[in-house]
Nanobody
Framework: QVQLVESGGGSVQAGGSLRLSCAAS???????????IGWFRQAPGKGREGVAV????????YYADSVKGRFTISRDNAKNTLYLQMNSLKPEDTAMYYC?????????????????WGQGTQVTVSS
């Protein structure tokens, strides 16, 4: 079993930056059986959207078009921690951000492919 705990959310003004962290705990080695690990977000009244994901098979990264060039996903294997550096934040980035992991191949941006989820951390960007 894998437990994921997010931190780093908060309130910022447009143009500001935040860095989210996701600490993995539980059966540590199970992280290495995950095919994808990454970030999703959900705004009020909207579905859960894939933001940025790392494929553990080759370390490929995937980003939603809306965040390309502004967000960067990275991981520290020694700390079992995933990060999301968010720069040039916009009001439309306001959402609950979730860390997620999947042991399945498939489309990286489909939330249903991910079986492990954190509790979420709120990001609010004001104009």
């Amino acid at each position: 079993q894998v437990q994921l705990v997010e931190s780093g959310g908060g309130s910022v003004q447009a143009g500001g930056s935040l860095r989210l962290s996701c600490a993995a705990s539980g059966v540590t080695y199970s992280i290495y059986y995950m095919y994808y690990i990454g970030w999703f977000r959900q705004a009020p009244g909207k579905g859960r959207e894939g933001v940025a994901v790392i494929s553990t098979d080759g370390g490929l990264t995937y980003y939603a078009d809306s965040v390309k060039g502004r967000f960067t996903i990275s991981r520290d294997n020694a700390k079992n921690t995933l990060y999301l550096q968010m720069n040039s934040l916009k009001p439309e980035d306001t959402a609950m951000y979730y860390c997620a992991a999947s042991s399945r191949r498939g489309v990286w941006s489909v939330a249903a492919n991910f079986g492990y989820w954190g509790q979420g951390t709120q990001v609010t960007v004001s104009s």
